[in-house]
């Protein structure tokens, strides 16, 4: 089937079912892209050919006798912080190199259990700490819409791969907009979900009461279907939440007549690519058009100080979880060092790049004596000021609006300030600071270049979300848009 590679999920599953093509026919039609196309991408740190024929064909026999979920059959990609059993999860660091998981994250898991086959681990920023895919220590993730451009991060393998015709979906996780920023400036569909709503079990832990797994997709019925397979209660999880999870297919045609959007001022000014709030700002009219009503000046100040906040709380999280890594029960080892003491500082100096130690020490600082109430406290009561400030605007409106990034991909190895660089995720950080849903949608171009427009909700508010998406993604152009590799 001709452009098979740029179909939807949907589209994929109602032709396996339908018998139009196999399933061992698309797992190769993807194999043979990626071949032919990734090494100008960087998409993928390890391809699993042999695995994802097994699972094709195992989909087919299901598929012949009626068993056709909507995931049975159809490619993915997984990032590689997400583990799976049998083959390397890397979490694109020197210090898991040859690290193969026994054992399968839940989100593996649930994808295995629908049908999926798994083409193979994307490419990440290191332990997911960067904004564009530049920190791997193997190689960086190139933008498919321009590769001399950074995909985003820090899930830019994954929604490279998507746009690239590389996957039809993939899932990335979420720490500071790490789904949303890089399927921004990639030109796909991103869904943070609430925090707790998809099991954290089997994620390579960064900060974990912000890190969340989620989908990247071509489409937000797609997003749909793949938050259907992954969400639910896991006791393995101590964060999981206990909640019912619908059918987040159903209601997506319902339009967003009488939907209450408020538009978020207080990003859409300093700092903010006055084009990238231009081409935001005539999706929010796309939206009043379709029937939404809309408050074109909803402020949350407190807001602006998320960037500050998660800079804190990450580096602080990540230090605590990063001290597993100590040269003795996994990972990389320094085998040249003579004691315990030399063989940690050598495991921990070589084993992670410069952006893991740069944060792990901004964590270790801020929670030390002396320090913790002054940062690390702190930083925990303005999280509750922004909590309240989403709670108290969601009382006005249904859903918030913002850009999801402050300006189009920029040139790999042009941002080496690492300030400036985290100001990539002002738009992002403050929805997972507050645990909240989000979802970024392609909305336009700036200079041939995606744009994606962030919407969020409150707590569990995943179906308004996509319904709201779905209505403004059908009445527009962009998500049939691809880039010319």
Known sequence: MADA??????????????????????????LRRIDALDGSVGSYLALTPDLAREQAAAADA???????????????????????????????????????????????????????VLLGKGNMDEYAMGSSSETSAFKPVHNPWDTERVPGGSSGGPAAA??????????????????????????????KPTYGLVSRYGLIAFASSLDQIGPLTRTVEDAALVLNAIAGYDPRDSTSIEAAVPDYTQGLEDGVRGLRVGVVADLFGEGIDPEVARVTREAVEQLEALGADVDWDVSLPTSRAALAVYYVL????????????????????????????????????????????RRILMGTYALSAGYYDAYYKKAQQVRTLIRREFDA???????????????????????VDPVVMHANDVCTIPVNIAGLPGISVPCGLVDGLPVGMQLIGPHLSEATLLRAAHA??????????????
């Open 5 to 30: 590679h740029y179909m939807s999920v949907r589209a994929m599953s109602d032709a396996l079912r339908a018998r139009e093509l196999s399933a061992v026919e698309l797992a190769d039609t993807h």
């Open 62 to 116: 299901a598929l012949a006798k009626g068993d056709g979920g909507p995931l049975r059959g159809v490619p993915m990609q997984l990032k590689d912080n997400l583990a799976t059993r049998g083959v390397t999860t890397t979490c694109a660091s020197r210090m898991l190199e040859d690290y193969v998981p026994p054992y399968d994250a839940a989100v593996t898991g649930a994808l295995a259990g629908a049908g999926a």
């Open 162 to 191: 998507v746009a690239a015709g590389l996957a039809p979906y993939a899932l990335g996780s979420d720490t500071g907009g790490s789904i949303r920023q890089p399927a921004a400036l990639c030109g796909v569909v991103g869904l």
């Open 314 to 357: 990450a580096p602080s999280e990540c230090s605590a979880n990063l001290a597993r890594y100590d040269g003795v029960k996994y990972g990389y080892v320094d085998g040249e060092a003579s004691g315990l003491m030399a063989g940690l500082e050598a495991t921990r100096r070589d084993g992670f790049g410069i952006e893991v130690k």
């Open 393 to 415: 605007a969601f009382e006005r409106v249904d859903v918030l609006v913002t850009p999801t990034t402050p300006t189009v991909a920029f040139k790999l190895g042009a941002i």
């Open 472 to 485: 403004y993604e059908q009445a527009t152009p962009w998500h049939d848009m691809h880039p010319a590799l």
